[in-house]
């Protein structure tokens, strides 16, 4: 398996592997599966602003893929992004999420960010908690039954990792470039 920059030509695949979970689990709160056209362009928006957005490959197919994306618009949270990660079903425990978020995580260092937040659909979400979990990340908080899915309730699990010292220093970039209302 490799970790690799993703590329448009991934759309396809990421729209399968995400379409999954929007169909048949809560680590999305989407009920209709995005387009693989949709998914090129959610792409490049986080590609644009530099931020990674990754695949795990083996043998030419793409396993799953993992990006941090903005946390909040505001300046204020310039030094904070959100990450996501998303596994093909018949990949799922083989190692694929902590492959290609560590990676995300490596990118997201290097790139001076101060904080890293995993917003997770369902409480019940072993498998997210506890990658989120071995990669050092803590828990933040959850919001009871903010989602209804699937005719039910969902919670949404909130977990942070610092990076870079996190708030034990002030920064010494810029962060990113955010300019929301």
């Known amino acids: 398996m490799i970790v690799r920059a993703s590329l448009d030509s991934d759309a396809e695949a990421l729209a399968a592997i995400y379409g999954h979970d929007v169909l048949h689990g809560f680590g999305t709160f989407e009920e209709v599966p995005p387009s693989p056209r949709e998914m090129a362009a959610r792409r490049l928006a986080i590609v644009e602003r530099g931020l990674p957005h990754l695949v ?3 043998d030419g197919k793409v396993l799953g ?5 903005l946390f909040r618009p ?6 904070t992004v959100e990450d996501s990660v998303y596994v093909a079903p018949d990949a799922k425990g083989r190692g694929v999420g902590k492959a290609v978020l560590t990676q995300v995580l ?5 790139l001076g960010l101060r904080q890293v937040m995993a917003v997770i659909g369902d409480s019940g979400n072993a ?3 506890g ?11 959850v919001c009871r039954s903010v989602g209804f899915k699937h005719g039910r309730w969902v919670d949404t699990v909130w977990m942070q990792k610092p990076i870079n010292g996190g708030d034990s220093t ?12």
């Open 56 to 58: 795990a490959e083996a």
């Open 74 to 79: 505001r300046a204020a949270y310039r030094f």
């Open 106 to 110: 490596a990118a997201c260092e290097a």
């Open 170 to 181: 002030l920064p010494d970039a810029g962060g990113l470039v955010l300019t929301g209302h």
């Open 131 to 141: 990658l989120h979990r071995s990669l050092g990340f803590e828990p933040a908080g």
């Open 127 to 129: 498998g997210s908690i």
């Open 65 to 69: 893929f993992a990006y941090a994306g």
